[in-house]
């Protein structure tokens, strides 16, 4: 048998004979690296362990420490969890199973949806299964005996899926024990490498997330190679859930949903809408300090702008149309192209520019129902939206100035140490989802990165994320559960002043086009609350919580002086709550901890007398015989201050 050359990541080369599988490569170069090993990629293509090597080649070994070769651990424990269904449920239809940032799921078609009491059994199956150590064997079929298999087993998703790969590529099983699934691979070499798995959850999730579709039945987990990892996701899921805002925000009573208003559309109450006014009355004091102009634009528009602003042909599918008897209407998405046509109501010179308007801004996006979650992914929610109007020269300092405005704003609030920069650039391929116009996103990228480098921003870069007018700087952040989102971005603008033929008259008297930056200060209001209210396990700082003080009595007898207390600290715009109920003073205190209200005043006898109050903070620090003026001065301190708790 012939010998081949094979290439490694540091570009040694090793002779191999022809016919090798990717484990025996891995095995030359170490044993501790073949046990680790999950894949190998030949040539820039991910390969199973047992592919065999038959010509002169550029491999690397993935190991589980690799983002890659932990998708494929976790989308192998997905087929074992498909496996387990089919054995226990034959008349299930197993449809996609995916892994996902934080383990895996697999959808399926039931006549009953599963409970959550059916994942006991369904992970003692799968149990079962990894005890076995079954292999995970490729196995390659014609387009027609892959439709004939599928039709049947009276499996129409799995068809459905079969009829869109183009004629004559290659399909591709994989065979677990009698399993059979439709997969691109790699697997796992067998699944007795699946040392660790957890059944999470059950949820409904239509196919294809497509509302129109039927509803199925999903199942989430989570896969690790050993038992302590897995110990450790479940203590850390355990602390996650104690600040989820979901589960916190509806305690606290900031929030809650109905389902006849329907999903993505939450409730804002009271205290969760005080809270978001607060946030909402800083920044526009603050966008004004800055030279911004407010504006306020119509919840609607007709079509016709959106196809001049391009978003009826890049968004359409993500916005609410409305039917406006001889004209169709859409929610709007977004606040640019309103602002715009202010821009274009008056001829601008250059001694105008740049121009800076901002928006507290009510938007609409129809997201799917499996995105939507909490505060944090809506239907409608409020934007703080601006755009700045400028000269190509102005564009360096204007950007620099709003990202200086944004970590500004991200250290008074607590969260600069939780946020990164990623630098989202087109995708050429993609020609539906971007404006077609190479050589301005080429410049457009370019003068962004220099923006960036001349900030010496830490960032990272990441391809098919830019808007689809241009590219954009995405502040980033995960929440409690480790997901990764953008929470605010600044973006640079080539398309849309062409399109809406923006213009200003230049220092010579001719006309020339200016730059745009959308930005925002502080993103989504009400995803901005979820990140506070995890942040914080809903114990506010003082200045953003709804209520600052809890304002408690020890007998009726002290209710009138407790009353000239509270319209003494009102008057001065402290949010004060009363308890003058006949429960013991420890039961009103617990309760107000339990609120996770700053301070608490208690008032007696001993304070009457002193014309003082005992002051108690959520954290337990008691103070006895505080005047009423020193318990204000601190508290307006910290309130003034924003400071942080």
């Not at 009276?154 to 790969?165: A, R, S």
């Not at 699934?181 to 660790?196: E, N, Q, T």
């Not at 928006?359 to 934007?383: A, K």
């Not at 205190?589 to 339990?594: G, K, N, T, W």
Request: with cysteine; aromatic share 10%.
């Amino acid at each position: 048998m012939s010998n081949i050359t094979i290439i490694l990541p540091d570009n040694s080369k090793i002779k191999v004979i022809k016919g090798t599988t990717v484990k025996d490569v891995a095995l030359s170069i170490g044993e501790g690296l073949a046990r680790a090993a999950v894949a190998g990629k030949i040539d820039g293509t991910l390969v199973d362990m047992t592919h065999k090597i038959m010509g002169d080649t550029k491999i690397s070994i993935i190991t589980m420490k690799s983002p890659e070769g932990l998708d494929i651990f976790r989308h192998s424990t997905a087929h074992v969890l498909a496996q387990a269904v089919i054995t226990l449920y034959p008349d299930a239809k197993p449809t996609i199973g995916p892994s996902i940032e934080d383990g895996f799921y697999y959808d399926f078609d039931v006549a009953k949806p599963f409970s959550p009491e059916d994942l006991y059994k369904i992970e003692s199956k799968m149990k079962e299964i990894i005890k076995k150590d079954e292999s995970f064997e490729r196995i390659v079929m014609s387009k027609k005996d892959a439709l004939a298999h599928f039709k049947k087993d009276k499996n129409e998703y799995k068809v459905e899926l079969i009829n869109v790969i183009p004629d004559g590529e290659e399909i591709t099983f994989y065979k677990s024990g009698d399993f059979i699934d439709l997969c691109r691979g790699p697997h796992v070499a067998s699944s007795g490498v699946l040392k660790a798995i957890k059944l999470t959850k059950v949820s409904g999730a239509y196919w294809k997330g497509d509302s129109k579709n039927k509803m199925l039945s999903r199942i989430y987990g989570v896969s690790f190679p050993k038992k302590s990892e897995l110990s450790e996701h479940l203590e850390m899921i355990a602390e996650a859930e104690k600040r989820d805002h979901n589960k916190i925000g509806r305690e606290l009573e900031l929030f809650t949903t109905n389902d006849a208003i329907g999903q993505g559309l939450p409730l804002l109450m009271p205290k969760g809408a005080k809270i978001i006014q607060i946030l909402q009355r800083f920044i526009e004091d603050e966008e004004e300090k800055r030279g911004y102009q407010v504006t306020k634009t119509p919840f609607m528009a007709k079509s016709d702008l959106y196809k001049i602003s391009g978003h009826w042909d890049h968004y359409k599918d993500d916005m609410f149309l409305i039917d406006g008897k001889d004209e169709i209407l859409a929610l709007r998405p977004m606040t640019c192209p309103f602002q715009f046509m202010i821009y274009k109501s008056s001829q601008r010179s250059y001694k105008d520019l740049p121009l800076r308007y901002y928006e507290t801004s009510s938007l609409f996006r129809n997201e799917s129902s499996g995105e939507m979650h909490g505060l944090t992914r809506m239907r409608q929610f409020t934007l703080s939206e601006g755009h700045i109007i400028c000269m190509q020269e102005q564009l360096e300092d204007e950007f620099k100035k709003a990202l200086s405005f944004i970590t500004s704003v991200m250290k008074i609030l607590g969260i600069d140490k939780d946020i990164w920069y990623r630098f989202s650039k087109w995708d050429p391929a993609n020609k539906k989802k971007y404006i077609d116009n190479p050589d301005a996103w080429d410049k457009s990228q370019k003068m962004m990165k220099t923006i960036l480098d001349h900030l010496k921003l830490d960032y990272v870069e990441a391809n098919g994320e830019a808007a689809f007018y241009g590219p954009k700087l995405d502040i980033q952040a995960k929440n409690v559960y480790g997901k990764e989102d953008t929470i605010i971005t600044v973006q640079i603008d080539f398309a849309l002043p062409e399109r809406f033929d923006m213009t200003y008259v230049a220092k010579d008297n001719s006309k020339q086009r200016p730059m745009v930056v959308h930005r925002s200060s502080i993103g989504c209001y009400e995803r901005t609350l979820a990140m506070l209210i995890e942040k914080y396990a809903g114990a506010f700082p003082t200045w953003i919580a709804p209520v600052q003080v809890k304002m408690i009595t020890i007998a009726d007898r002290h209710q009138d002086y407790a009353e000239e207390v509270i319209a003494k600290l009102s008057a001065l715009g402290i949010r004060v709550e009363s308890d003058f109920r006949t429960e013991t003073v420890e039961y009103k205190i617990r309760e107000a901890q339990l609120q996770k209200i700053p301070y608490m005043l208690v008032v007696g006898d001993k304070e009457i007398e002193k014309k003082s109050v005992t002051v108690r903070t959520r954290l337990g620090k008691v103070t006895y015989g505080v005047s009423v003026d020193a318990f204000i001065k601190e508290i307006t301190d910290k309130i003034d201050t924003k400071k942080i708790d």
